[in-house]
């Protein structure tokens, strides 16, 4: 049975704030049990066996051999409690205040001989100037233990206060955030950052589970991308991060919460599971690149 931590006390809860603040990241150490850990590595060799080879084709940016998968709600129940873990909620709340959005959720599967990513930041695909207020909030989970030989995530230190963007060619002076199985690093949108170079000859296992202010736009489009059957499922927290709740006056139907038109208007699929059919789709379109890049 998967179990999610206690609350995190209030003073836990302001020395991962003061963390934040400082450096601009904070790693939760123990945020979920062996057994938890032992779900998520099968999630990921299923995915693995239904849509062969990650959801986008290899990049520089996203790596060449680096297995991204994303639509993760229409998947197994246990991205329910991934997207709403406890205590990354309770520090999102502070951090990005009342409203805040669950922007995209994927898995980082970096595997052997990768290289290294381009140092970013996460926010700026939101074209702001720095300094601006925090908009984004980004977690990386640890399935396996990240080491810098594996390439755990390279981190700059209070880069989050630096006023340019990073730039993708410059060799910046960087950390690995080394930390056990089963533990979360999160750090704010304008950190410097970027996975680190697998050396290791394993896979290392992580997810990116990414969020926003209630003001911004998702990265993914998860009111429409996640099936209907899904949606009405969900518990009324991960429907309010998926933007059925009014934020500060945005985002209302007849100014009233979306969630009223969700529960009038959504109904079961009768067209059989919607992972499945999304399944199919990724294999014609993996089929599709490799028959391009064959070509």
């Given at each position: 049975?998967?179990?999610?931590?206690?609350?995190?006390?209030?003073?836990?809860?302001?020395?991962?704030?003061?963390?934040?603040?400082?450096?601009?990241?904070?790693?939760?150490?123990?945020?979920?049990?062996?057994?938890?850990?032992?779900?998520?590595?099968?999630?990921?060799?299923?995915?693995?066996?239904?849509?062969?080879?990650?959801?986008?084709?290899?990049?520089?940016?996203?790596?060449?051999?680096?297995?991204?998968?994303?639509?993760?709600?229409?998947?197994?129940?246990?991205?329910?409690?991934?997207?709403?873990?406890?205590?990354?909620?309770?520090?999102?709340?502070?951090?990005?205040?009342?409203?805040?959005?669950?922007?995209?959720?994927?898995?980082?599967?970096?595997?052997?001989?990768?290289?290294?990513?381009?140092?970013?930041?996460?926010?700026?695909?939101?074209?702001?100037?720095?300094?601006?207020?925090?908009?984004?909030?980004?977690?990386?989970?640890?399935?396996?233990?990240?080491?810098?030989?594996?390439?755990?995530?390279?981190?700059?230190?209070?880069?989050?206060?630096?006023?340019?963007?990073?730039?993708?060619?410059?060799?910046?002076?960087?950390?690995?955030?080394?930390?056990?199985?089963?533990?979360?690093?999160?750090?704010?949108?304008?950190?410097?950052?970027?996975?680190?170079?697998?050396?290791?000859?394993?896979?290392?296992?992580?997810?990116?589970?990414n969020y926003c202010a209630g003001s911004m736009r998702?990265?993914?489009?998860?009111?429409?991308?996640?099936?209907?059957?899904?949606?009405?499922?969900?518990?009324?927290?991960?429907?309010?991060?998926?933007?059925?709740?009014?934020?500060?006056?945005?985002?209302?139907?007849?100014?009233?919460?979306?969630?009223?038109?969700?529960?009038?208007?959504?109904?079961?699929?009768?067209?059989?599971?919607?992972?499945?059919?999304?399944?199919?789709?990724?294999?014609?379109?993996?089929?599709?690149?490799?028959?391009?890049?064959?070509?």
């Amino acid at each position: 049975m998967i179990t999610l931590p206690n609350p995190l006390t209030d003073h836990e809860l302001r020395v991962h704030l003061e963390a934040m603040t400082t450096n601009g990241y904070t790693i939760l150490e123990k945020a979920v049990d062996s057994e938890f850990i032992a779900a998520l590595v099968a999630e990921i060799e299923r995915l693995a066996e239904v849509r062969p080879g990650g959801d986008i084709p290899p990049a520089p940016f996203t790596g060449q051999v680096t297995r991204r998968w994303f639509d993760l709600l229409n998947e197994r129940d246990i991205w329910q409690s991934v997207a709403t873990h406890p205590w990354v909620m309770q520090i999102q709340q502070e951090v990005l205040g009342e409203g805040f959005l669950l922007s995209t959720m994927g898995t980082a599967v970096v595997g052997p001989g990768e290289v290294a990513q381009p140092i970013h930041a996460d926010d700026v695909l939101y074209g702001f100037p720095r300094p601006h207020p925090t908009i984004v909030c980004n977690t990386m989970w640890s399935i396996s233990e990240f080491t810098e030989e594996n390439g755990a995530t390279r981190i700059v230190p209070g880069s989050h206060k630096w006023d340019e963007d990073p730039d993708f060619w410059e060799p910046y002076e960087s950390v690995p955030a080394s930390m056990p199985p089963g533990s979360i690093c999160m750090f704010v949108g304008t950190l410097y950052h970027g996975a680190g170079a697998n050396q290791s000859g394993e896979d290392r296992l992580g997810l990116t589970i990414n969020y926003c202010a209630g003001s911004m736009r998702q990265q993914e489009n998860l009111m429409l991308g996640v099936g209907a059957e899904k949606m009405m499922a969900f518990p009324r927290e991960l429907q309010d991060m998926l933007g059925f709740k009014i934020c500060n006056g945005a985002g209302h139907i007849f100014a009233q919460d979306p969630r009223a038109e969700l529960e009038r208007k959504y109904a079961r699929s009768d067209e059989g599971p919607y992972s499945e059919r999304r399944n199919a789709l990724h294999r014609e379109r993996m089929e599709a690149f490799a028959k391009m890049a064959a070509a």
